[in-house]
């Protein structure tokens, strides 16, 4: 059975950084667009960033120039750096595999001072 699991989230004061981890168990990685989302309290699940099979990403405005997406084939894993976190990124960050429609349990991010 496929599962994605996070980690790495965490409190961090604002302009701090996180860098959060999704690794798949399965050997569905590699065949698919991998994202990252998140959910605030009271707001609908919104995509963060994204990464193709091939490695091109694309992110929302609202964290351009700040996060980063990448992915590493070999160990099966997508990852989502965090920089100069500001308190309106605190929210649940969930993973997702696109192409299966498969997504993480999430991991709680919450940026305060």
């Known amino acids: 059975q496929v599962q994605l699991v996070e980690s790495g989230g965490g409190l961090v004061q604002p302009g701090g950084s996180l860098r959060l981890s999704c690794a798949a168990l399965?050997?569905?990685?590699?065949?698919?667009?991998m994202g990252w989302y998140r959910q605030a309290p009271g707001k609908e699940r919104e995509l963060v960033a994204s990464i193709s099979t091939g490695g091109t990403s694309n992110y929302a405005d609202a964290v351009k120039g700040r996060f980063t997406i990448s992915r590493d084939n070999a160990k099966n894993t997508v990852y989502l750096q965090m920089n100069s976190l500001k308190p309106e990124d605190t929210a649940v960050y969930y993973c997702?595999?696109?192409?299966?429609?498969?997504w993480g349990q999430g991991t709680q991010v919450t940026v305060s001072s």
């Open positions: 997702k595999a696109e192409s299966y429609r498969l």
């Open positions: 399965g050997s569905i990685f590699r065949f698919t667009t």
